[in-house]
């Protein structure tokens, strides 16, 4: 099992980043799969997940409205688009994915595979 997070980088307040992660070794089309942010001296957090066999997104209140989660399972990818980023938006971003959820909902979830994140940094 493999996640690779990319879309990273530098973006100015107001500004626009779209985060993907592409998964391999496993398929894709029912699991569990989202991002999780660490802020410096924050916890890890959950921010927005998705369901991919039917496509249902969770989005965690601090960014709804500014962030959507989509997955395209025909390429095992799973995208992030952050819109109206905030200095406190900045952080690593991992990918992680849930090969077996169920009915449980990803907050819920306890998440086994992990991608090796990407910083995201949001600052004039």
């Known amino acids: 099992v493999q996640l690779v997070e990319s879309g990273g980088g530098l973006v100015q307040p107001g500004g626009s980043l779209r985060l993907s992660c592409a998964g391999s070794g496993f398929t894709f089309e029912n699991i569990a799969i989202g991002w999780f942010r660490q802020a410096p001296g924050k916890e890890r957090e959950g921010v927005a997940f998705v369901t991919t066999i039917d496509g249902r997104p969770y989005i965690e209140d601090s960014v709804k409205g500014r962030f959507t989660i989509s997955n395209d399972n025909t390429k095992n990818t799973v995208f992030l688009q952050m819109n109206s980023l905030k200095p406190e938006d900045t952080g690593v971003y991992y990918c992680?994915?849930?090969?077996?959820?169920?009915?449980?909902?990803?907050?819920?979830?306890?998440?086994?595979?992990w991608g090796q994140g990407t910083q995201v940094t949001v600052s004039s």
């Open positions: 992680a994915a849930n090969l077996n959820p169920g009915d449980i909902v990803p907050w819920n979830l306890d998440f086994g595979s």
